[in-house]
């Protein structure tokens, strides 16, 4: 069944509905002595992928400034570059807030400095979407002075802007608030309390950007046999423990609509008109192919999905 594209008022057009997040692309780094990357990924691999997926037909890749220190924009800027057929990629990217322009709710020059760093870093003069990453959640969004915001659009620099929420209380804000024209947060499998904000979204005319659709990797075959382990210098080795066996039990439990558990969740993602655009994670050739296989598999129908759930929980409890 063909996977329709989904519109994007923001932007004024259709936007193929699988994406590609771009953390994967930064390779190792640390965040205050922290593990906050994916492992090794060399500049050539990344490119490699980049390419493989604007053949596929993938038009969305999800990077941000703090992916590596600006590494995955670096890495992704030159892929797109590099290719004849990156025209109608879309570049989402992301800046996080300093706590001055939180606490004055005023975005200003230092933060179009910011964004002007990132098209530099992208090698490029136009993101498509631009989010704050990570606001707080209760930020009062009416307040917010957005003249600088504003200008990057009306300037031809940004196309679109909206939120990526630390919690689903903070995309409940900004729906409240109709700030921007869209909002990133998690939605996969074993988190599917967002299915009830796609008839708001949908009303509002804002797009929803599917993160962490995979659980970190988590909804994967080869945990259906094996428990995860990870290298001590991925951030996934600091995931909480509980929530790793949590996700891993639930996983397990879920009865298999196809033969491969990580594309049945993306084909579970993409059988909502309101989820927009679904952003895997990708590290290999092998992940892309998968990602074709879903292509072609087309979005789980309706009826099977209902049969997915039962006695699996909407989300992880201790996240209420
Ligand atoms: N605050 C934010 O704005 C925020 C937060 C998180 C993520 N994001 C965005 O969302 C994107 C995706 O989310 P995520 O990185 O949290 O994780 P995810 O997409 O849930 O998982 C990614 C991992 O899934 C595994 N994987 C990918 N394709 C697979 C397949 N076909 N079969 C089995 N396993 C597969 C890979 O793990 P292995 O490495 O083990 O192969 C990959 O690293 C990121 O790249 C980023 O762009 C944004």
């Known amino acids: ?45 990344a490119a490699q992928l980049v390419h493989a997926a604007l053949d596929q037909g993938i038009q969305f890749f999800d990077t941000a400034a703090g992916y590596g220190a600006g590494r995955s924009e670096e890495v992704l800027g030159r892929a797109l570059r590099g290719s004849t057929k990156a025209h109608d990629a879309i ?10 322009e939180i606490d004055t709710l005023t975005l200003g020059t230092p933060f179009k400095q910011r964004v002007e760093a990132s098209l530099a870093r992208l090698g490029t003069e136009r993101i498509g979407v631009l989010l704050l990453h990570g606001p707080p959640d209760n930020l009062a969004w009416q307040e917010l002075d957005t003249k600088a915001l504003d200008g990057l659009v009306k300037e ?19 729906l409240e608030a109709g700030f921007g024209t869209c909002v990133e947060w998690v939605f996969h499998l074993l988190e599917r309390r967002p299915e009830k904000r796609f008839p708001k979204l949908l009303e509002q005319g804002m797009n929803f950007i599917a993160r962490s659709p995979l659980s970190r990797g988590l909804l994967s075959e080869r945990y259906r046999r094996d428990n995860p382990q990870f290298s001590p210098n991925e951030f996934r080795s600091n995931l909480p423990a509980d929530w790793v066996r949590w996700t891993v039990e639930h996983m397990r439990a879920l009865p298999a609509q196809g033969t491969n558990i990580a594309e049945d969740a993306l084909r579970y993602c993409l059988s909502f008109e309101g989820m927009s655009v679904v952003i895997p ?10 990602l074709e296989r879903v292509r072609h598999a087309g979005p789980v129908l309706p009826h099977h999905r209902q049969a997915m759930f039962q006695n699996i929980p909407d989300h992880y409890p201790a996240w209420d």
């Open 1 to 45: 069944m063909p996977i329709p594209p989904r519109y994007w008022k923001g932007l004024g057009r259709d936007v193929d509905p699988i994406g590609f997040g771009c953390w994967q692309l930064a390779g190792n780094y640390s965040v205050k002595e922290k593990p906050h990357g994916w492992g090794a990924m060399e500049p050539q691999d």
């Open 91 to 100: 570049v989402c990217t992301k800046t996080g807030l300093l706590p001055e």
């Open 156 to 174: 031809g620099k940004v196309g679109t802007y909206g939120i990526s929420a630390i919690s689903l209380a903070g995309v409940d804000h900004v």
């Open 281 to 290: 994670g990708v590290r290999t050739p092998a992940q892309l192919e998968s």
